[in-house]
């Protein structure tokens, strides 16, 4: 088990208004699983994501990641969290413009202050395992949408992250990139790590170990699979 919330909820203030993003839930994101998060827009998938990433502190419950209690952290101590724990996709790729592919994946490690020679022999080995790296001299405007949310995908891997969080990372693709990028991530779910995708997109349940839906604010187990 890498993270846990026990009645967590998400609750902001608007003005003297209250919105609730996400209702009491209590549920743990495993290691080894492919977890999908499904749900229409607005539903508190994201916030959910958000949560598990250390992007949000709970407004109520517990949240543990990799054994920490999200609640009692500084927010210094939740970047190193992220930094250290935490891989993210993004639907949008957000890949820095002018850096070549190989440069977009070192940028984690620069942060965690890794050398340059350890960190682009890291790099080469994460561009290699999603098959990019015959181009890591490219600039993403080179690079198709799959492509770039390949990079994207080695850029989140290159620090060995326990947890990978992606969110809506095949809204861009056409059918054969969603499916590279699905198998791929798949793939590192089969080998140990633990990954959650949101997505709205029925297509992508068929790559899943396990499924909970979000509705408003709501989260219920919809499916676990043997496969």
Known sequence: ?????????????????????????????????????????????????????????????????????????????????????????????????????????????????????????RAHAALEMVDMMDRRKQLPKQLSGGQQQRVAIARALVTNPKLILCDEPTASLDKDSLDVVMQELRHLANEGKAVCVVTHDPRLEQYAHRIVAVNNGIVTQVQKFDH
Request: include cysteine.
């Open 1 to 121: 088990m890498i993270a846990k919330l026990e009645n967590v909820n998400k609750v902001y203030r608007v003005g003297d208004q209250e919105i609730v993003a996400l209702q009491p839930t209590t549920m743990q994101v495993n290691e080894g699983e492919l977890l999908l998060i499904i749900g229409p827009s607005g539903s508190g998938k994201t916030t959910l994501l958000s949560l598990l990433g250390c992007v949000l502190y709970p407004t109520e419950g517990r949240l543990w990641v990799d054994g920490q209690e999200i609640n009692r952290l500084k927010e210094n101590q939740l970047a190193r969290l992220r930094l250290n724990t935490i891989g993210f996709v993004f639907q949008s790729f957000n890949l820095l413009a002018p850096l070549s592919a190989e440069d977009n994946v070192m940028m984690p490690m620069r942060l965690q202050g890794v050398s340059n020679t350890e960190g682009r022999k």
